[in-house]
């Protein structure tokens, strides 16, 4: 059996094992009593969310790559957002989502150079999106993480965002040079190149995006409407359970703050942690006995379904070989 196989059937395990110990200690008496209410158009509602959220993924990397003096399709888009999920999973925190996005978009004609900055443009703007909404998040919701004061969080929140921003600031200006040279002096040379070249991608997609800040609006607009798309999926199964009177903006924002932490999560595609972390936000807010169903409906949706769409996209447009030899790195 070859690496390719050997990774998916870890990963189809990986991904069995968790959801079965997440739904078996969740489950209680009250779980049939729960689901018995359930209603199937939930489902419906919830991958339409996902296919409106993967629209808007699309049409802002579109105008991200019309930005650089490139074009690419709406099909080609979607294959780059697909392309990411299917790596995303296969590789250990999620290092493989950002080459495939660079495989697809050579593939659709953009160069290797406009194309990494593209994949950076494209991270960063959730990122800071996300971070953006943490301050209202912590204002709204007291207790979002038992044991850790709202006070503490907003703190944390506010000096990262003071520092992504005087980072985004020292990289265009040229400031961080000679910061970056100093770090990485004892670095291995192999290292030490790779985190050059990152650092002048990442300059080059603060370049970017300063050069039209009219469409940098609509590009961060569109990137907020993905991510909140997508993240609308509990609320619709919320609502196929029967739950009309929740506080949905406490919902969004713990889903908000549940994904900006599977970013920096090591697992693949954040699995296990993303389950985890589910049960300890939502466990008194669902109806009894079903955190844990939900938990696994939420990755089925969000993550699960679209990996078998990229996967299909991947061996399609790159064969079986290119997975091989990326996944042998």
Request: proline fraction near 4%; include cysteine; glycine fraction near 10%.
């Given at each position: 059996m070859n690496r390719f196989y050997r990774r998916l059937l870890g990963l189809i395990l990986l991904v069995l094992i968790i959801s079965g110990a997440v739904i078996g200690?969740?489950?209680?008496?009250?779980?049939?009593?729960?689901?018995d209410c359930f209603q199937p158009w939930s489902v419906a509602l919830a991958v339409g969310?996902?296919?409106?959220?993967?629209?808007?993924?699309?049409?802002?990397?579109?105008?991200?790559?019309?930005?650089?003096?490139?074009?690419?399709?709406?099909?080609?888009?979607?294959?780059?957002?697909?392309?990411?999920?299917?790596?995303?999973?296969?590789?250990?925190?999620?290092?493989?989502?950002?080459?495939?996005?660079?495989?697809?978009?050579?593939?659709?004609?953009?160069?290797?150079?406009?194309?990494?900055?593209?994949?950076?443009?494209?991270?960063?703007?959730?990122?800071?999106?996300?971070?953006?909404?943490?301050?209202?998040?912590l204002l709204h919701d007291e207790g979002i993480v038992p044991g850790l004061s709202n006070d503490w969080l907003m703190a944390i929140t506010v000096t990262a965002l003071a520092l992504i921003v005087g980072m985004l600031i020292g990289a265009r200006r040229g400031n961080l040079d000679g910061l970056v040279?100093?770090?990485?002096?004892?670095?291995?040379?192999?290292?030490?190149?790779?985190?050059?070249?990152?650092?002048r991608d990442t300059k080059g997609a603060i370049n970017l995006l300063s050069k039209s800040p009219r469409s940098l609006l609509l590009v961060f607009f569109e990137s907020g409407l993905n991510l909140l798309c997508i993240y609308a999926i509990v609320p619709c199964l919320l609502?196929?359970?029967?739950?009309?009177?929740?506080?949905?903006?406490?919902?969004?924002?713990?889903?908000?703050?549940?994904?900006?932490?599977?970013?920096?999560?090591?697992?693949?595609?954040?699995?296990?942690?993303?389950?985890?972390?589910?049960?300890?936000?939502?466990?008194?807010?669902?109806?009894?006995?079903?955190?844990?169903?939900?938990?696994?409906?939420?990755?089925?949706?969000?993550?699960?379904?679209?990996?078998?769409?990229?996967f299909y996209y991947t061996l399609t447009v790159f064969g079986r070989d290119f997975l091989n030899r990326q996944l042998s790195k």
């Open positions: 200690m969740t489950i209680d008496i009250n779980t049939l009593q729960s689901l969310a996902v296919a409106l959220g993967m629209f808007f993924d699309g049409s802002r990397l579109m105008h991200l790559v019309k930005i650089s003096q490139e074009k690419i399709s709406l099909y080609q888009a979607v294959q780059v957002i697909f392309g990411n999920y299917f790596l995303a999973l296969l590789t250990p925190g999620a290092t493989g989502g950002a080459v495939a996005q660079l495989m697809f978009l050579r593939h659709a004609g953009v160069p290797t150079g406009k194309a990494a900055v593209l994949v950076i443009v494209r991270t960063l703007l959730s990122i800071f999106f996300l971070a953006l909404c943490m301050p209202f998040i040279i100093q770090a990485t002096k004892r670095v291995r040379n192999e290292r030490r190149r790779k985190i050059f070249a990152f650092y609502l196929g359970l029967g739950v009309w009177d929740a506080d949905w903006c406490a919902v969004m924002g713990r889903m908000i703050f549940l994904n900006m932490l599977l970013y920096f999560m090591p697992t693949p595609g954040g699995s296990g942690i993303a389950e985890g972390g589910f049960v300890l936000l939502f466990s008194e807010s669902v109806p009894a006995g079903t955190v844990g169903i939900i938990a696994v409906c939420w990755r089925l949706i969000a993550e699960y379904i679209p990996f078998l769409i990229g």
